[in-house]
């Protein structure tokens, strides 16, 4: 069973922090990872994805991977109220017969205070 | 980003009908995902499909079926509804290895 842990939360920043997300999965053969943020009562919206070890930048968001320490993590700079959601962490293996899906973990919820 | 339509978005229905969830996607993705989830839960993988004419069961068990008959079209279908079933159901999909999107959700109500 693959495991993807997440800090259950809730996280609670005020606005103008910067937050920091973490995941950590349980298998190794994992190779691409995903963050999603998922408003209360809404579908999961893609707002990163990273393959490579290292950091990947996108506006006010970055995503850090660490394949040794099987660990991910998502920081949202200058954290504003409208950030204010459930990101779930996802990993996927993608070869062998489970190409494709997705393992989520349970999500942690922030909280950005004006 | 992908464009993923669910109907119908919402779904209050009695005990023991049959319904059908709708969700098709115009990007052309092989795979297809039908998910369960409950307010202020995880999501459950309920359903996948990797191509035409490709279905897998997911982790959690679930009374529903699919079918994949069109690339774009997966159904999924309750046979005979129970107030159990009461969720919200979200489909999604990728192509090859690109990343999974979300279509709207459907909820569902079993009175």
């Known amino acids: 069973q693959k495991e993807v842990e997440q800090n259950s939360g809730p996280l609670s920043v005020p606005e103008g922090a910067i937050a920091s997300l973490n995941c950590t999965y349980s298998?190794?053969?994992?190779?691409?990872f995903f963050w999603y943020r998922q408003y209360s009562g809404k579908s999961p919206e893609l707002i990163m994805f990273i393959y490579s070890n290292g950091d990947k930048e996108d506006g006010r968001f970055t995503a850090q991977l660490n394949k040794a320490s099987q660990y991910v993590s998502l920081l949202i700079r200058d954290s504003q109220p409208s950030d204010s959601a459930t990101y779930l962490c996802?990993?996927?293996?993608?070869?062998?017969?489970?190409?494709?899906?997705?393992?989520f973990g349970r999500g942690t919820q922030l909280t950005v205070w004006p | 980003e992908a464009d993923i339509y669910q109907t119908p978005r919402y779904l209050v229905i009695g005990t023991g009908k049959k319904i059908t969830l709708e969700c098709s996607q115009t990007m052309g993705h092989d795979k297809m995902y039908w998910y369960q989830q409950d307010p202020g839960m995880e999501l459950h993988l309920i359903h996948y499909?990797?191509?035409?004419?490709?279905?897998e069961k997911g982790d959690l068990s679930s009374e529903s079926t699919v079918s994949r008959i069109r690339t774009e079209h997966f159904p999924l279908t309750l046979e005979s509804a129970r107030p159990s079933h009461t969720s919200q159901y979200l489909c999604?999909?990728?192509?090859?290895?690109?990343?999974?999107?979300f279509g709207p959700g459907t909820r569902l109500l079993v009175l």
């Open positions: 499909s990797y191509g035409v004419n490709s279905t």
């Open positions: 999604a999909s990728n192509g090859g290895l690109g990343p999974q999107y």
């Open positions: 996802a990993v996927r293996e993608d070869r062998g017969s489970t190409l494709g899906r997705l393992y």
């Open positions: 298998d190794r053969g994992s190779q691409s």
